[in-house]
């Protein structure tokens, strides 16, 4: 039964939120604009953005990350509960236990930076994934927000996949605060369209980024 409010919870909430469009300005520019990425890899999204994007718009934090991956291409970037991080480095890894202390108690975050070389989508070919091509000021709203979720650029250590490293995170990550709607956050400090009740889940981040 926990399971079947939780179920009719989220598909109340996401059809609610149709009706929340958060969009600013002029976010996309779709001739001239900087690509950037949201990837769907099973129970977490990332956001990517070009090392470009770093170089141009980023200022302590974004500089630093330069310098510890010089030959980065593009950065991924994913927030969320420090102990599901560390404990589930894939999917399988995922149990009801870790799980549900993730969720239900407010706990430490961490940021996570992943980088890679070439095209990400050919890197994360088994990941579902939006591109959106930024304006300037979108771009760097959103890179803005990514940094004030790192309490500083030092790493507490490697990351999951790839060249990757830890940071200490900013805010407590629980129920309404996943590694998926901090995506959708940080899109919309762009402003961008993105409703918070799909990005509760990964999938329908992508669905809702999808259909607008």
Same mark, same amino acid.
């Given at each position: 039964m926990k399971i079947l409010r939780w179920?009719?919870? #989220?598909?109340?909430?996401? *059809?609610?939120? $149709? +009706?929340?469009?958060?969009?600013?300005?002029?976010? /996309?520019?779709?001739?001239?604009?900087?690509?950037?990425?949201?990837?769907?890899?099973?129970?977490?999204?990332?956001? #990517?953005?070009?090392?470009? *994007?770093?170089? $141009? +718009?980023?200022?302590?934090?974004?500089?630093?990350? /330069?310098?510890?991956?010089?030959?980065?291409?593009?950065?991924?970037?994913?927030?969320?509960?420090?102990?599901?991080?560390?404990?589930?480095?894939?999917?399988?890894?995922?149990?009801?236990?870790?799980?549900?202390?993730?969720? /239900?108690?407010?706990?430490?975050s961490v940021l996570h930076i992943a980088t890679g070389r070439g095209s990400p989508v050919e890197v994360f070919a088994a990941s579902d994934h939006v591109a959106l091509k930024l304006s300037d000021q979108a771009l760097s709203d959103v890179l803005k927000f990514v940094e004030r979720s790192a309490v500083s650029p030092d790493q507490l250590g490697p990351g999951l996949y790839g060249v990757s490293a830890f940071y200490d995170g900013r805010g407590k990550y629980h129920l309404f605060q996943t590694c998926n709607s901090w995506v959708s956050q940080a899109l919309r400090a762009g402003g961008l369209a993105s409703a918070p009740g799909p990005s509760v889940i990964s999938g329908g981040l992508l669905w809702d980024l999808q259909r607008r």
């Open positions: 179920c009719l919870w #989220v598909v109340m909430l996401a *059809g609610a939120s $149709r +009706f929340f469009a958060f969009e600013q300005g002029v976010p /996309l520019d779709p001739v001239g604009g900087t690509p950037v990425w949201v990837f769907d890899h099973g129970y977490h999204a990332g956001l #990517v953005i070009p090392r470009e *994007g770093l170089e $141009r +718009f980023g200022e302590g934090s974004a500089e630093a990350w /330069l310098v510890q991956f010089p030959d980065a291409d593009w950065f991924e970037f994913g927030w969320g509960d420090a102990g599901f991080y560390f404990e589930v480095p894939t999917f399988d890894d995922v149990t009801l236990s870790i799980g549900a202390r993730a969720l /239900l108690m407010p706990s430490l």
